[in-house]
């Protein structure tokens, strides 16, 4: 009997009951929430359990939401059975202001490179890590760059000329208005063609 995510979920619930929440399938792959406190807990169950047997961390990623007050923060573990291709993914939330998750890497030793960059670009402080410190930016950033607390664009800014983005601009390239100009001044001009 191969693995499916209703036998994953109903050994989830028999050992942890209504502390696993939020089950979904998006694209058949069973995704939910657990506790911050209980990381370690699940980890070790999924790796151990016989029938289980998750035992490769695909990835760990972190994730901002900004209106997710008190749990602004995502942890989010991706873990595979091998034997059976199973995978699964779970979550779990911390407040910004304590950004503290138990470390993975008791469990799973690609866990260190993979929490050392969520710590790089999003703050989460693994408790326990072996060495905790930025992966790729420099160390005396004092912000994380992953966060959304900074606008995309600096709307300030005068050395870019939206008519090379396709924003149309004062030339007019990119906007309905001007290449019907075209045509009626050029019509044998192809759709989309240049004049030169």
Do not use: C
């Not at 109903?10 to 942890?16: D, H, I, S, T, Y």
């Amino acid at each position: 009997m191969s693995l499916t995510n209703e036998i994953v979920k109903q050994k989830l619930v028999e050992k942890f009951g209504d502390q696993v929440t939020n089950f979904e399938e998006p694209y058949g792959m069973l995704t939910f929430e657990v506790p911050k406190e209980m990381n370690l807990k699940l980890l070790n169950f999924l790796y151990d359990d016989e029938t289980l047997k998750f035992r490769f961390l695909t990835d760990l990623a972190a994730v901002h939401y900004p209106a997710y007050k008190g749990r602004e923060l995502a942890v989010v573990y991706h873990l595979h059975n091998l034997e059976d291709n199973l995978r699964i993914r779970f979550k779990v939330f911390t407040d910004i202001n304590q950004p503290d998750v138990y470390t993975a890497t008791g469990v799973f030793s690609t866990a260190n490179w993979q929490e050392r960059e969520a710590y790089d670009f999003y703050g989460v402080n693994f408790v326990g890590h072996p060495n905790l410190k930025r992966i790729q930016n420099v160390d005396e950033m004092d912000y994380f760059p992953q966060r959304k607390e900074f606008p995309l664009e600096d709307q300030t800014r005068i050395d870019k000329d939206d008519e090379m983005f396709g924003r149309g601009g004062s030339m007019g390239f990119g906007n309905k208005q001007a290449d019907d100009k075209h045509h009626t001044e050029y019509p044998n001009l192809p759709e989309g063609g240049q004049v030169v």
